[in-house]
């Protein structure tokens, strides 16, 4: 079992770096939906998980369809 695991966006590529006694799973600009498809199958029984994500999924007001 890991001690400790971090997993997620940029905020989670932040936070390994000054948490480097952490394994992390993380990537810069992903959005929840990719980074649960690419990496879902790789998270292990860990201690302390630390997550974050979402902060890639909001799309722009200006990309909408406009109804």
Not at 6 to 13: E, F, Q, T
Not at 15 to 24: F, H, K, L
Request: hydrophobic content about 35%; glycine content about 6%.
């Amino acid at each position: 079992m890991l001690e400790c695991l971090i997993v997620g966006d940029s905020i989670a590529v932040g936070v390994s770096q000054v948490r480097p006694e952490c394994a992390s799973i993380a990537k810069s600009g992903i959005n929840s939906q990719a980074w649960n498809t690419k990496n879902m199958h790789r998270l292990q029984p860990t201690r302390t998980l630390i997550i974050s994500l979402g902060a890639n999924d909001a799309c722009s007001w200006y990309s909408r369809p406009e109804n």
